[in-house]
């Protein structure tokens, strides 16, 4: 029971600490899909059996240190073998701790349990307790750490390959963009793909500002590439859909709409239906 407890917590935390050290900011630049990419790679890992010998590993170290941290031996034996699968709030904390934004759901769960089967502590010595016990898997969990967020880190550089082939492709549009614009008048719908249409246009309104920056970026032919960041929900998809509707058709002979939400509309095929 003690390497579960210790093996599924300290898997659990290794999830979350990816998330907290890579930060929202740049899993947000990186994108929803690579960040899924990401965590299905890492939980692949995790499930290796050489991955889950190293965890094991350091649940031992993680338990030592505990023992070295606390003097009640009662209490310290019971969170060594801590019975999660008999602490329901627990083992829901645990459950949640990957996508969770810090660990504070789980240090409650785990205080409310101690001063549940351990009355006779004070409050300082339940939190002691539990600071000792999530002290002592961070330490252990650090080498194995810095391997999940090469996992992530992976995926980073991947993407970026894909980005640089995407600006080539783009750049070698531009070089011929003065011809193709001539060749395009009179043939107004040629060359206009739409991989995944979003949907109906008749509820967006405003964004006035936006909508003419998007058409300023269009006109120079300075900047190759232009993100748009946001929050998810604030509207950027119905915004640049709305913008990309709008655009004349006949200045332009080639333009693509396509989303990598959709189910296998990765940059692969991306390239290689565009």
Do not use: C
Not at 37 to 66: H, N, V
């Amino acid at each position: 029971m003690a390497d579960n407890a210790f093996v599924k917590i300290g898997t659990a935390l290794l999830k979350h600490q990816v998330k907290k050290l890579v930060g929202e900011e740049t899993l947000g630049v990186i994108g929803e899909e690579l960040a899924e990419i990401g965590g299905d790679k890492l939980d692949a890992w995790l499930g290796e059996t050489s991955t889950i010998a190293e965890i094991e590993k350091a649940s031992g170290t993680a338990r030592e240190l505990f023992r070295g941290k606390v003097n009640d031996d009662e209490v310290e034996q019971w969170m060594v073998m801590l019975p999660i699968h008999d602490l329901p709030a627990v083992l829901s904390a645990i459950e949640e701790l990957p996508k969770s934004p810090d660990e504070t759901k789980l240090e409650i769960a785990l205080r409310e349990s101690i001063a549940l089967n351990w009355q006779r502590l004070s409050s300082a010595q339940v939190d002691n307790a539990v600071n000792a016990f999530m002290s002592s898997l961070r330490s252990a969990l650090l080498p194995i750490e810095k391997q999940t967020l090469m996992i992530i880190g992976r995926e980073v550089l991947k993407t970026g390959e894909k980005v640089d082939q995407l600006l080539k492709l783009v750049e070698n549009l531009q070089a011929t963009r003065p011809s193709a614009v001539e060749k395009a008048k009179g043939q107004l719908n040629t060359g206009w793909f739409f991989g995944h249409r979003y949907g109906d246009l008749e509820s967006f309104t405003g964004r006035a500002d936006e909508l003419n920056m998007l058409n300023a970026w269009l006109n120079n032919d300075k900047d190759n590439l232009l993100m748009l960041r946001a929050l998810g929900g604030f509207g950027k998809s119905a915004l640049a859909w709305t913008w990309f509707n709008r655009v004349d058709r006949g200045q332009w002979q080639t333009a693509v709409w396509w989303s990598f939400y959709e189910k296998e509309s990765g940059f692969e095929s991306f390239l290689s239906e565009t």
